[in-house]
Every structure is written in structure tokens, then in C-alpha cells.
């Protein structure tokens, strides 16, 4: 069995030690850096199959590194957050990060999340039965996917989608009017299923109506049926 490695990312050292130790009980090869820039030094050096990485950090924050990793590798990173980092979370969840935990972390749920993120990484990125690659272009309204190309037409534009939005996108639009729980969207598009995953579907799909809809606060394809989840509505035009 391939040995997974894991870099670990934080300006603060306990945090960065314990996470190690925690990952090693569990089989982990464990690497640590505490800016950006010591965290590409080591993935110069080392295949990394897994980030953790805070947010905040001096030299180099983690959202900037983030996007310096995504420019040359589709890794999966989970981004370390504090409450007061919202804003923050979010951007970095539109820019291409595929999960987070919010400090203090628990250690299970965050064993959990790295499992389902390197399941899901080592899988080559299969997301469930419901994936049925073809070569056809799923029409809905205004919205082309192309499978094939894997790319998002909005009336005859095309639209630059993070692949965990074109994921859902993807899911939503195979099934139109079929209503999918938060919890189901995260087991499809994650490969896992993982308790507590309300936010980071929620922050998935505003980004993907801001991207899609001409008025996301009035959405006419992906709607919510509220206590239940979302599903994509069918329109003609």
C-alpha cells in the first residue's frame, strides 16, 4: 500500500507538531513547514499528497500559496481557519481549496477529513455512481456543460469553474429536478461521507449562482428546498 504523505502547514509550532503526531498514529507520513514559502521548498523536494494549511502565516499566507500550488499541481489542500477568517474561508474555498477545519480542531473530524480527501485524491478524483461519463453536452436553459471537455457554456460564454463547483454542477445538472441533501452533494463530489458538511456545500453553491445566475439572490436554476437540499430546476430558457 502507497504511503500517504502529508505536509503539514503553520506558523505555530505546537499546532503544527500536534497534527503531525496525530496523523502518525494513524499510518501518515508527516512533513512540516510554518510559512507559504517553507511549504514549497518541501513540495519541490517531496511528493505531498495532502495539504493542511492555515491561513494566516507570515511571509507567505496560505491563500497565496494556494494558489502558487494549484498553478502546478491538483493536490488536495484543507485549509486551517479561525472564526474570525470567514471571509477569508470563503475565498479560499471559490479559489480551489477542498475542505477546512476551523480551530480549535476536533481530531477526529479532522482525521475524517483527511481520509476523505486522500480516498478521494488516490481514487484519481472518482466521486460516486452517480458519475456516468459521456460525450453528450447537458443542456439546461441558458447552462451548456460539456462533459467531455469539462467545461460550463452560460448562454454561449464560457465560465472558469473550480473543480469542486463543476462537480456539483455536473451532479445537479445529470439530474434535474431531483432534490440532493447537503450531506449527499459532500458524499458524491468528496467521495466520503462526513458529518457536519452544511457550510462547505453552502459556500460551494453561492459561488456557482454567482457564476451561473444573472440575479444569484433569485435563482432560476439551482434552488434550495429548504430543510431538504438542492436541486437544479428545469427551464427552457
Same mark, same amino acid.
Given at each position: 500500500?502507497? @504511503?500517504?504523505?502529508?505536509?503539514?502547514?503553520?506558523?505555530?509550532?505546537?499546532?503544527?507538531?500536534?497534527?503531525?503526531?496525530?496523523? =502518525?498514529?494513524?499510518?501518515?507520513?508527516?512533513?512540516?513547514?510554518?510559512? *507559504?514559502?517553507?511549504? @514549497?521548498?518541501?513540495?519541490?523536494?517531496?511528493?505531498?499528497?495532502?495539504?493542511?494549511? $492555515?491561513?494566516?502565516?507570515?511571509? =507567505?499566507?496560505?491563500?497565496?500559496?494556494?494558489?502558487?500550488?494549484?498553478?502546478?499541481?491538483?493536490?488536495?489542500?484543507?485549509?486551517?481557519?479561525?472564526?474570525?477568517?470567514?471571509?477569508?474561508?470563503?475565498?479560499?474555498?471559490?479559489?480551489?481549496? $477542498?475542505?477546512?477545519?476551523?480551530?480549535?480542531?476536533?481530531?477526529?473530524?479532522?482525521?475524517?477529513?483527511?481520509?476523505? =480527501?486522500?480516498?478521494?485524491?488516490?481514487?484519481?478524483?472518482?466521486?460516486?455512481?452517480?458519475? =456516468?461519463?459521456?460525450?453528450?453536452?447537458?443542456?439546461?436553459? *441558458?447552462?451548456? @456543460?460539456?462533459?467531455?471537455?469539462?467545461?460550463?457554456?452560460?448562454? *454561449?460564454?464560457?465560465?472558469?469553474?473550480?473543480?469542486?463547483?463543476?462537480?456539483?454542477?455536473?451532479? @445537479?445538472?445529470?439530474?434535474?429536478?431531483?432534490?440532493?441533501?447537503?450531506?449527499?452533494?459532500?458524499?458524491?463530489?468528496?467521495?466520503?461521507?462526513?458529518? *457536519?458538511?452544511?457550510?462547505?456545500?453552502?459556500?460551494?453553491?453561492?459561488?456557482?449562482?454567482?457564476?451561473?445566475?444573472?440575479?444569484?439572490?433569485?435563482?432560476?436554476?439551482?434552488?434550495?428546498?429548504?430543510?431538504?437540499?438542492?436541486?437544479?430546476?428545469?427551464?427552457?430558457?
Amino acid at each position: 500500500m502507497k @504511503l500517504i504523505k502529508i505536509l503539514v502547514v503553520d506558523d505555530e509550532h505546537e499546532i503544527v507538531d500536534a497534527i503531525c503526531k496525530l496523523l =502518525q498514529t494513524e499510518g501518515y507520513e508527516t512533513y512540516k513547514a510554518y510559512d *507559504g514559502l517553507e511549504a @514549497l521548498e518541501v513540495l519541490n523536494q517531496e511528493e505531498i499528497h495532502l495539504i493542511i494549511m $492555515d491561513i494566516m502565516m507570515p511571509r =507567505q499566507d496560505g491563500l497565496s500559496t494556494m494558489m502558487q500550488v494549484r498553478m502546478h499541481k491538483n493536490i488536495p489542500i484543507i485549509l486551517l481557519t479561525a472564526k474570525t477568517e470567514e471571509s477569508d474561508l470563503v475565498l479560499g474555498l471559490s479559489m480551489g481549496a $477542498d475542505d477546512y477545519i476551523a480551530k480549535p480542531y476536533k481530531p477526529a473530524e479532522l482525521l475524517a477529513r483527511v481520509k476523505s =480527501q486522500t480516498r478521494r485524491y488516490l481514487k484519481l478524483g472518482n466521486y460516486g455512481n452517480l458519475e =456516468q461519463q459521456s460525450d453528450q453536452v447537458i443542456v439546461n436553459g *441558458g447552462l451548456e @456543460l460539456n462533459v467531455l471537455e469539462k467545461q460550463l457554456y452560460v448562454d *454561449g460564454e464560457a465560465v472558469k469553474l473550480t473543480p469542486k463547483e463543476y462537480h456539483i454542477l455536473e451532479v @445537479l445538472m445529470k439530474h434535474p429536478g431531483m432534490v440532493f441533501s447537503a450531506e449527499k452533494i459532500y458524499e458524491i463530489v468528496w467521495n466520503d461521507a462526513v458529518y *457536519g458538511v452544511e457550510n462547505t456545500v453552502m459556500v460551494h453553491i453561492r459561488r456557482l449562482r454567482e457564476k451561473i445566475e444573472i440575479n444569484p439572490s433569485e435563482p432560476k436554476y439551482i434552488k434550495v428546498v429548504w430543510g431538504i437540499g438542492y436541486k437544479m430546476e428545469k427551464n427552457n430558457k
